[in-house]
C-alpha cells in the first residue's frame, strides 16, 4: 500500500515496529525516509505507548535527515563545518517545534483556561521559534562571511588547473588526496568521515602544477538543508575545471552511490562539469563480473587503488591530458611559391 499519512506506515506495520523495538529494548527506531513532524509524534506515541512510557522519556523516532544531520554534527571538527552543520539542524528544528512542545498541557495558571487562552506549551513555543529564527539569521550571516572568503580564495586561484574529489561518502577520497599529494588528510572507515574542504598542490608530471581539492562525501537523499548549509564547501566543485569522481567499486550498492552522487552534483550546478571516472578499492573487490560490467559502462574510467598505489600513474597521466586539453594530431602542407 502507499504511504499513510497519519504515521508514514499502517496502524499494523506501525504496531509490529512498537513491538519489535520493545523486543529488542531499542532506544531509537530509525525509518529510511524523510517523515513530517506529525508522523514522527504520531509513531512516537504509538510506540510509546505500547511500551508504557512517556514520549519525552522513552524510544525516540529518528527520520533520515535527523540520523545524517547527528552524524555531521559529531564529524564536524573546524569552525567552519559545526557553523554548517547547526544551521542544518536549526532549519530542520524549526518546523518541528510544535511536535516538540505538543506534550504539554494547555493551561493558564491556577484557574480554568478560557478559549483562546495561552499555556506554557504555546508560550515556550512562541519564545524557541524566535530563538531559533534569530539563531539561523545570525549563522546565515556568519557563513555569508566565510562565503565570501571562499570565494576570494577561489578567485586567487583563477589561473591554476583545479580538480576536485567528489563521490560517495567513504569511497576513499582522502585516501586518494594523500596517496598523490602527501596531504595527511584525516582517513578513518566510517561515513562522512571527513566534512572540511582540503586543497593541495599536486604534480602529476614535471611542469604540471594542479590544485586538488576534497569535497564532503555525498550520500543519497542528501538533506536539502545540508547542500544548502554547505554551499561554501562545494563551491570547489562548483568552481573546478575537472572533476574527479571517486567511485568504490568493492561496495555491493556502487551503482546506485554513482546514481546518487550524480543527483547532487545536478543539484549544485555540476552536471555538464567535465569530469572522470576512477574506479578505487580495485584490490578488494569480490564481484569482478559486477567490476567488468562497469567497466563496460564507463570505459574511460581509470581503474585505481589509493591504499596500494595501483592506477595512480595511469591516474596522473589521465589528468594531465585533461590539463593540456588531450592531444590534437595536425597535418601541415607548406607550399613554397616562387
Avoid at 515496529?17 to 529488542?24: D, E, F, G, K, P
Avoid at 513555543?125 to 546565515?140: F, G, N, Q, T, W
Avoid at 552536471?271 to 563480473?289: H, M
Amino acid at each position: 500500500r502507499g504511504v499513510d499519512a497519519g504515521m508514514y506506515v499502517g496502524s499494523g506495520k506501525a504496531m509490529e515496529i512498537a513491538r519489535l523495538a520493545i523486543r529488542h529494548k531499542a532506544d531509537v527506531v530509525i525509518f529510511d525516509n524523510d517523515l513530517s513532524p506529525g508522523q514522527i509524534g504520531a509513531l512516537e506515541k504509538l510506540i510509546n505507548k505500547e511500551a508504557r512510557s512517556k514520549p519525552a522519556e522513552g524510544i525516540k523516532v529518528l527520520d533520515r535527515s535527523e540520523l545524517i544531520l547527528d552524524i555531521f554534527a559529531t564529524r564536524a571538527q573546524t569552525r567552519e563545518a559545526r557553523l554548517q552543520v547547526a544551521l542544518a539542524q536549526m532549519e530542520y528544528t524549526y518546523p518541528r517545534l510544535t511536535r516538540m512542545w505538543g506534550h504539554l498541557e494547555r493551561i493558564a495558571g491556577g484557574a480554568p483556561a478560557g478559549i483562546g487562552a495561552r499555556g506554557p506549551g504555546e508560550m515556550q513555543l512562541e519564545i524557541d521559534r524566535r530563538l531559533v529564527s534569530k539563531r539561523i539569521i545570525d549563522l546565515k550571516r556568519e557563513l555569508k562571511e566565510i562565503d565570501k572568503r571562499k570565494v576570494r580564495e577561489i578567485d586567487g586561484r583563477r589561473e591554476m588547473f583545479k580538480v576536485c574529489l567528489v563521490g560517495y561518502t567513504n569511497a576513499g577520497k582522502s585516501t586518494l588526496l594523500n596517496a598523490l599529494t602527501n596531504a595527511e588528510a584525516f582517513v578513518e572507515n566510517r561515513l562522512f568521515a571527513t566534512l572540511d574542504t582540503k586543497t593541495k598542490k599536486w604534480q602529476p608530471h614535471r611542469g604540471v602544477e594542479i590544485l586538488l581539492s576534497d569535497t564532503v562525501g555525498f550520500v543519497k537523499n542528501l538533506p536539502h538543508q545540508l547542500v544548502a548549509s554547505f554551499k561554501a564547501t562545494l563551491e570547489e566543485a562548483v568552481n573546478a575545471d575537472l572533476l574527479l569522481h571517486v567511485i568504490d567499486v568493492s561496495n555491493p550498492e556502487v551503482s546506485k552511490q554513482i546514481e546518487a552522487v550524480n543527483i547532487v552534483l545536478a543539484e549544485i550546478g555540476c552536471e555538464k562539469k567535465p569530469g572522470l571516472e576512477v574506479f578505487n578499492k580495485t584490490d578488494v573487490v569480490r564481484n569482478i563480473a559486477e567490476l567488468e560490467i562497469l567497466q563496460t559502462l564507463y570505459p574511460k574510467a581509470i581503474s585505481v587503488s589509493a591504499k596500494t598505489g595501483i592506477g595512480l600513474v595511469k591516474l596522473s597521466d589521465a589528468v594531465t591530458e585533461k590539463y593540456k586539453g588531450g592531444e590534437v594530431l595536425l597535418r601541415v602542407i607548406s607550399s613554397q611559391s616562387n
